[in-house]
C-alpha cells in the first residue's frame, strides 16, 4: 500500500508515516461524504458563512504551526509558509463574506412565463486531489467555494504532506464544520480511481502534473464525472523594454525562485528582446548566483530545498540534457552536496527544441533565456509552448504590453507582475495546462447545478 509519509527534503530524515485506507475504510469515508452531503447541503448559506469566517481565523491564529508544518514537510521557507497561509485565509474569507450574495437566485429576463429564476444547487460530495508544492492554498482555493455552496469533500493531499493535511481536516472541525463535510483521506490512486467511479461521488478536482491529470480526467470522463484540472505550466516572463534593469531583475528573480521554482505558474521561460538581452542575462546571472539556499525553518531563508531526491535528481537531468546537447550554462546546475534535496540556481541559454529543457516544465529553480528579435517573435514563441497557463509582459509602454498580453494563448496574462493570486482573481489555464477555473465566483460556478425554476400561469 501507498505509504504517506513526512520526510524532511532539508536533511533526508523520516519524521512519521501513515497508512492508506483498507477496504473498509474506502467504503466508509464514502458513505460518511454521501451522508453527510445530505445534511450540509440543506444548511443556509449564512451558517456555512459563518463557518467559513472561523476557519479564516483560525489560519491566523494557528499561522506559526501551519507554516512549520509544510516548512518540514515540503521545504518552503518559513516566511514563504507564513505567506501561503495568510492567502488560504484570505481565501476562506472571501468566501465567507461574499459566498452568500454568489448564491442567491437570479431573475432571468425571459418572455412567456410568471417568473425564470436560475438557483445555484449544491451536486454532492466531491473527491479533491491536491499537490505538495502548496498545501494549503491548494486546497483553499478547492474547498473553500464547494464547502460554500454545500458540497461536501473528500481531500487526497499529496503522500509527503500527511501531517499538514491532518491539521486543515483538524481546523475545520475546530471550526465547526461536521466532520463527514470535509473529510481527509489517505488513498492510494487506484483506490481514488474506484471512488470518482462510485455513484455518490460527483466531480474531482485535481491539481497536479499533466500525467496525473491524464488520468483522473479518463477516469472521470468514463463515469461522466466533472473535472477541474490545474495542471502544469512553462510560463513565459517577456521583457520587451525596462528603465530600471535592476527591479526587473529583481522581479524576474522572485518569479523564478520564488518556493524553490516549484510553481506551475513560475516564470520559466525568460524572453527578452535583443536590445536589452545582454543586460538582463548578465545581472540576472549575478542575482541567481548570489541567491543562497539554507534551511527552510531559519526565518532568514530564501531559497529551500526541492520537496524530495527525486525532484532534485529530475531537475539535474534536464539541465545536463540540455549542456550535453549545446546549451550554455550561465550558473548553477548542479546539486548541492549533503543531504539535503537542494539544487544550485541554475540559468540556461542556447536552448533548442531537441533538448528537454525546451518543451518539459523546469519544477525548480531553473530558467531558461531566450533571446527575440521584437514583440511579434516573443508572441510566437511564448506561444509555442503546449502549456497555457499564464504569462507576463514588462514595458514602460502600457498599450503595447496590453497589445501583446491580448495575443498570449494562456489562462491568465499580467502586465509589469507575474503570477499574482487574489482571491477575487480567477485562476487556471488552456491547452494542457488544463480546464476550468478556481478562486472568485468562477471557482462557485464549477461543481454547482445552475437550475432553472420556470413557472407560468396553467
Known amino acids: 500500500m501507498t505509504t504517506y509519509k513526512t520526510v524532511n ?6 519524521v512519521k508515516e501513515f497508512e492508506t485506507l483498507d477496504t473498509a475504510g474506502v467504503e466508509r469515508v464514502l458513505a460518511a461524504a454521501h451522508s453527510g452531503y445530505l445534511t450540509w447541503s440543506t444548511t443556509s448559506p449564512k451558517h456555512r458563512a459563518e463557518i467559513l469566517h472561523k476557519v479564516a481565523d483560525l489560519y491566523v491564529e494557528r499561522a506559526d504551526e501551519l507554516a512549520r508544518s509544510i516548512a518540514v514537510e515540503m521545504g518552503k521557507p518559513l516566511a514563504q509558509a507564513k505567506g501561503e497561509v495568510q492567502l488560504s485565509s484570505a481565501i ?5 463574506d461574499n459566498g452568500p450574495t454568489l448564491l442567491e437566485d437570479e431573475k432571468l429576463d425571459v418572455p412567456g412565463a410568471e417568473e425564470s429564476v436560475l ?11 491536491m499537490p ?3 498545501p494549503y492554498y ?7 467555494p464547494n464547502l460554500m455552496l454545500g458540497n461536501t469533500i473528500l481531500l487526497k493531499h499529496a503522500p509527503n504532506c500527511p501531517q499538514s493535511a491532518l491539521l486543515m481536516e483538524e481546523i475545520f472541525q475546530q471550526a465547526g464544520l461536521p466532520a463527514d463535510a470535509y473529510i481527509n483521506i489517505f488513498a492510494s490512486n487506484e483506490q481514488i480511481a474506484d471512488m470518482i467511479a462510485d455513484p455518490r461521488v460527483q466531480g474531482v478536482s485535481l491539481t497536479g502534473s499533466e500525467r496525473a491529470g491524464t488520468s483522473v480526467g479518463e477516469t472521470a470522463g468514463r463515469n461522466l464525472k466533472k473535472v477541474v484540472l490545474e495542471l502544469g505550466g512553462s510560463d513565459a516572463f517577456i521583457l520587451l523594454d525596462t528603465d530600471d534593469m535592476d527591479a526587473t531583475v529583481q522581479s524576474a528573480t ?3 525562485l520564488s518556493n524553490a521554482g516549484q510553481a506551475c505558474n513560475s516564470a520559466k521561460r525568460l524572453i527578452v528582446t535583443e536590445q536589452y538581452f545582454d543586460e538582463f542575462v548578465t545581472k540576472l546571472t549575478a542575482s541567481f548566483g548570489a541567491t543562497t539556499t539554507g534551511d527552510p525553518l531559519d526565518e532568514n531563508t530564501v531559497l529551500g530545498p526541492l520537496s524530495s531526491q527525486t525532484a532534485a535528481d529530475t531537475l539535474i537531468e534536464q539541465i545536463e540534457d540540455a549542456v550535453a546537447k549545446g546549451a550554455t550554462l550561465l550558473t548553477g546546475g548542479k546539486k548541492i552536496d549533503g543531504p539535503g534535496a537542494y539544487v544550485e540556481p541554475t540559468l540556461l541559454t542556447d536552448v533548442t527544441p531537441d533538448m528537454r529543457a525546451y518543451s518539459e516544465e523546469l519544477f525548480g529553480p ?3 533565456i531566450y533571446k527575440v528579435k521584437d514583440a511579434e517573435e516573443a508572441i510566437e514563441l511564448a506561444n509555442s509552448s503546449a502549456y497555457g497557463l499564464s504569462g507576463s509582459v514588462w514595458s514602460t509602454d502600457l498599450d503595447n504590453a496590453r497589445t501583446v498580453a491580448n495575443q498570449l494563448d494562456v489562462g491568465m496574462a499580467f502586465v509589469n507582475e507575474h503570477g499574482t493570486t487574489l482571491p477575487g482573481l480567477p485562476f487556471g489555464g488552456v491547452k494542457r495546462s488544463g480546464v476550468g477555473r478556481e478562486l ?8 454547482v447545478n445552475k437550475k432553472l425554476v420556470r413557472v407560468s400561469k396553467k
Open 9 to 14: 527534503p532539508a536533511n533526508g530524515t523520516t
Open 92 to 96: 476562506y474569507q472571501y468566501y465567507a
Open 119 to 129: 438557483q445555484r444547487k449544491p451536486i454532492g460530495a466531491l473527491i479533491g486531489v
Open 132 to 134: 505538495w508544492n502548496f
Open 138 to 144: 491548494q486546497v483553499a482555493r478547492f474547498a473553500g
Open 254 to 256: 522572485r518569479a523564478r
Open 366 to 368: 531553473a530558467g531558461v
Open 440 to 447: 472568485g465566483p468562477w471557482g462557485m460556478d464549477e461543481f
